[in-house]
């Protein structure tokens, strides 16, 4: 399956993304984008079954700058809605949804960032599924 990751915002390198996604790479053909405004358009988007967002609302990490500019980006959030209503998968990941409320990728993704809360001990434990097999308990300190 061919997967877009677009990712590189100056909280979220791309390198950090490209790292914690490379255990995929055996079961799907992952292409990264860090600097989606300057090569992402409908036709590009089209090649791909699913595109998976890592970024938030900035050009790429040494750009600060909105990454979606009415008239200059060719993708908005409206032709990814538009993606998936053709058929193409989506996923907002972590950064994907840390846009503010009532921008169109909250209409998107159904979420928006409101701050972060306090870094502490976050624990995980799986409960027996299909779904889990393999997976570990674990605890780490994070934001959320």
Known sequence: MEVLVISDDVWHPAEVIEKGLQPLSGQFHLTHVHTAKDILTPEYLRRFQTVIVCKG??????????WFEEGVTEVMPRDFLRYVEEGGGFVALHAGN????????TALTGSYFTGHPPRCPVSLRFEPSPLTRGAMDFSQRDEH
């Open 57 to 66: 609302d900035c050009i790429n990490s040494g750009n600060h700058a909105p």
């Open 98 to 105: 840390s846009f503010r409320q009532n921008s169109e990728m």
